[in-house]
């Protein structure tokens, strides 16, 4: 059956996410779905190898205390503000399956990051989606006009890697009705003080998200924190899975949080790289935003086909980067910031490639 009719009528007409390619055809240098080019710490392999017993045969603790307790000493709230998640993804699926119903509203700044349409369809709510400014700047009055029971802010923003200040997801924070919703995926690649977890003390309409996927190394252990009011937590709890992360993503992210120093070190060199790459590119004729996460936007101004192009050739020449085929973008190419041997590669590619 082609169309299976008892499948929901939106799901069908929907299109799922798209995630960034992870061939096996071949050993390419990885610069498209922003991960860490650095492993994470000995201090998480050497507790993955204890962990690794007999006692896989048990579930998982449900509510992943030890990683509650040791998140909440991190990041200074109370262990009843946090709540542990299969990645941050699985943490944006529980907030809207705990808020959003039938053509309810949820808000956003386009372009960001393309799960966020999906998990609206997949509830039936309703997208609105508020353009960035060129600058992109925190299109804070379009957003709380908009009137979202969620209001979904990536911060640092994906793809473009530009940081919205505190102040302004404060202002927006204080001036929404609903439920904002901070991204904090990359926010440990950006400038200190710009996370909106200090807006918990204040205030209650807010949810921060960090995940281990990117700056700890742990793409593979998928494992997220949401902080927000003990009320919230509460209530987002009763609509996760059961043991929704498994023993050894908790022994992992345990771990990772017992060794900030090897993270905060990987950052240091990521952003290292981010620098001499933005130089790089800029001298080869692309226009690259400024950037608080570990990538980058790059473009070719009214150059699309050019950039597929490149792309393409880049992909045949062993090097893979993100190209997104939706207006505004199309003339950009997305590139994970790698180790400097991995920039290299790519510059060189980079080079063979142009003029397209």
């Known amino acids: 059956m082609d169309n299976p009719a008892f499948i929901r009528s939106h799901v069908r007409g929907l299109s799922g996410y798209v995630p960034g390619e992870q061939p096996n055809d071949r050993l390419y240098v990885k610069l498209n779905t922003n991960e860490s080019p650095y492993p994470p710490s000995p201090g998480v392999l050497e507790a993955l190898r204890a962990a690794t017993t007999g ?103 994906a793809p473009s890697g530009t940081l919205s200040s505190l102040v302004s997801v404060a202002d927006l924070t204080r001036r929404s009705r609903g439920l904002v919703v901070v991204d904090e995926a990359y926010m440990d690649y950006a400038a200190e003080g710009a996370s909106a977890l200090p807006l918990l003390r204040e205030h209650s309409n807010v949810v921060v998200l960090r995940t281990f996927s990117k700056s700890f190394s742990l793409c593979g252990m998928r494992v997220g924190l949401a902080f927000g009011s003990p009320a919230v937590i509460r209530e987002l709890e009763k609509v996760k899975d059961s043991y929704n992360v498994g023993q050894l993503g908790q022994v992992a992210a345990v771990a990772a949080l017992g060794d900030l120093e090897w993270m905060r070190a990987n950052v240091c060199r990521v952003c290292a790289s981010r620098d001499e790459l933005t130089g790089a590119l800029r001298a080869r004729g692309f226009t690259v935003l400024p950037s608080d996460a570990n990538f980058l936007l790059a473009r070719l101004p009214a150059r699309e086909e050019p950039v597929r192009r490149l792309c393409q050739g880049l992909r045949k020449r062993g090097v893979l980067v993100r190209y997104f085929d939706i207006p505004g973008l199309r003339d950009a190419v997305r590139i994970t910031v790698g180790a400097p041997d991995e920039v290299r590669t790519l510059l060189r590619a980079i080079d063979e490639t142009l003029p397209v």
């Open 55 to 157: 006692a896989l045969r048990l579930y998982p603790d449900p509510r992943a205390v030890l990683l509650r307790e040791r998140a909440s000493a991190v990041y200074g709230v109370s262990p009843d503000q946090v709540l542990v998640g299969n990645g941050s993804d699985e943490l944006l699926g529980i907030i809207m399956r705990a808020c959003i119903g039938l053509d309810d509203r949820v808000a956003y700044p386009v372009p960001t990051y393309s799960l966020y349409p999906v998990l609206v369809a997949l509830q039936a709510g309703s997208a609105v989606e508020v353009p960035f400014p060129e600058d992109f700047e925190l299109p804070t009055s379009a957003l709380v006009a908009a009137q979202g029971r969620i209001t979904l802010v990536c911060n640092p923003n």
